[in-house]
């Protein structure tokens, strides 16, 4: 028995020591925090960073093909043949050959290479071999066509972070604003069902003291029922813009998070509006797309022209090699390497002229037409961004004017609702003029939320066309 009780007063310690743990508290993030959060964690701008640093390296490695290299190569060989059944001879063979090789700018090879073989005496072998192209592989536009290519490609995925970067701060802010939206849209069916509430209590009220028939009763309770499935419909709503907000800035969905309020109007003021001219020239300096087009354009796609003739020229190598090594299997000395008399050199010209080469021939037209169609391409692009330059001014200006007409109406029709409930309580009208009121006070007021929304959107799509995105928000590409 004292063991059984001692078991339920140790059960009870432990669950009175569960519930004084505190409950782990919800994330509060800010705006402001949620774009940092994204720039840091969110997936695409890893993956984008990534991308950088492997263009990087393979840039490296470009510059590194015009470096020295150097090589190291050894081989021991053991032999052994029978001549009869008892009488056996060996042979031990080492050769060792370290080496080294250059590639300069203008296309020159030189290898120089060390041959040191031990096969009964010591052989050593010195070997300097100089290629030169005259016509076809000569000249730094040629040579480092590839080094220039892995360039371009690096300014390229640069460009790729700074856009993803800016379509991500974008994204957020505007999921960020579809939660504002959605949590807005609860407070005003919370205040529709409010006021249908109190209608009822009125009606009820009216209906007992005999001044409305007992049929009104049935109109407000219908505007009630509607609007709690509106309001359950909002929460909804407002859910999944929460879980779409998280994805946006790249978490996992199940991290506890609350959103903090949003003065709309104070964001508003952050943004400005350019000129369209100035916004027409911000889009085409600041399109990462733009921009890449561009450099491929003037890089790779005319260097794959540049090549093309390159590989239809004739041929043309000097290749100038001298050796020394000893001649005579007793020679062991290594200052025989400088002795004249085993010491070789030669000089090879060597000539292939291409007769009726269709394919090089192929390769050029082919790369002409890909830069024609390469400057067709960036004509209409840039006709695109203007035109979307053009339009995002004028959905800004548009949005603002809508902004401004949507708040005139609401005002006019809070005091249009609260005129007609007045009318109602003195039995001017019935029930169901007082719902349309108040229905369309509903309408007014989501309308204007709507286009307060749509106009600070419009302005962070105005922003994000522009490139000035990161520079609203104080966001650094770190690389």
């Known amino acids: 028995m004292k063991r059984l009780l001692c078991f339920l007063v140790g059960i009870a310690c432990f669950l009175s020591f569960v519930k004084e743990i505190p409950a782990k508290e919800a994330l509060t993030l800010t705006l402001q925090d949620a774009i940092a959060l994204a720039v840091r964690d969110n997936p695409n701008v890893q993956q984008t960073k990534l991308s950088y640093l492997s263009q990087k390296y393979h840039l490296y490695v470009e510059h590194w093909e015009f470096y020295p290299h150097y090589a190291f190569q050894a081989t021991a060989t053991r032999g052994q043949d029978g001549i009869d059944k008892d009488v056996f001879t060996g042979s031990n063979n080492y050769t060792i050959q370290p080496g080294a090789s250059l590639v300069t700018p203008i296309g020159t090879k030189v290898a120089l290479t ?33 080094l220039n290519d892995a360039k371009d490609s690096e300014k390229t995925s ?53 001044h409305l028939p007992g049929n009104e009763l049935i109109t407000v ?26 994805k946006a800035i790249g978490v996992d969905p199940d991290i506890p998070v609350t959103f903090s309020a949003l003065d709309v109007a104070t964001l508003i003021k952050a943004y400005s509006l350019p000129p369209i001219q100035r916004v027409k020239t911000l889009t085409l300096e600041n399109d990462t797309q733009y921009q890449t087009d561009q450099i491929l354009l003037s ?10 003739k390159d590989n239809a020229r004739w ?3 000097v290749t100038a090699t001298a050796s020394a090594g000893s001649r005579e299997s007793n020679n062991t000395r290594l200052r025989n390497l400088f002795n004249k008399d085993n010491q070789e050199e030669s000089i090879v010209v060597a000539l292939e002229v291409p007769i009726n080469d269709q394919a090089a021939k192929a390769a050029i037209v082919n790369a002409e ?44 029709q809070e005091k249009t609702y609260n ?24 309408d007014a007021q989501q309308t204007l939320l709507s286009a307060k929304l749509t106009y600070l959107k419009a302005l962070v799509d105005l922003d994000f066309l522009t490139g000035q995105t990161l520079k609203t928000w104080n966001v650094e590409v770190r690389l």
């Open 419 to 442: 005129v007609s409930y007045k009318k109602y309580l003195h039995g001017l009208i019935d029930g169901l003029e007082l719902q349309t009121a108040q229905l369309q006070l509903i």
């Open 299 to 308: 890089g790779s796609t005319s260097r794959a022209l540049l090549i093309a």
């Open 221 to 246: 309770r219908a505007n009630v029922a509607s609007a709690k499935t509106q309001l359950e419909n909002d929460k909804n709503n407002l859910l999944q813009s929460r879980y779409a907000l998280l």
């Open 315 to 317: 041929r043309l190598d």
């Open 369 to 412: 037409i890909a830069i024609k169609n390469a400057k067709i391409g960036l004509k209409q692009e840039k006709w695109e961004k203007e035109t979307n330059a053009i339009n995002g001014w004028n959905r800004v200006v548009s949005a603002k004017r809508a902004y401004a007409y949507a708040t005139d109406a609401e005002q006019l």
């Open 114 to 146: 060390s041959m040191n073989i031990q096969a009964g005496n010591f052989k050593p072998g010195l070997s300097l071999q100089v290629l030169q192209p005259l016509m076809r592989g000569f000249g730094k536009a040629v040579v480092e066509a590839a």
């Open 158 to 210: 640069r460009l790729s972070i700074e856009g993803t970067l800016r379509g991500t701060v974008t994204a957020v802010i505007n999921a960020y604003l579809d939660v504002v939206n959605a949590e807005r849209t609860v407070v005003i069916d919370q205040e529709a069902l409010k006021r249908a509430e109190k209608s009822v209590q009125q009606t009820t009220l009216y209906i007992k003291a005999g």
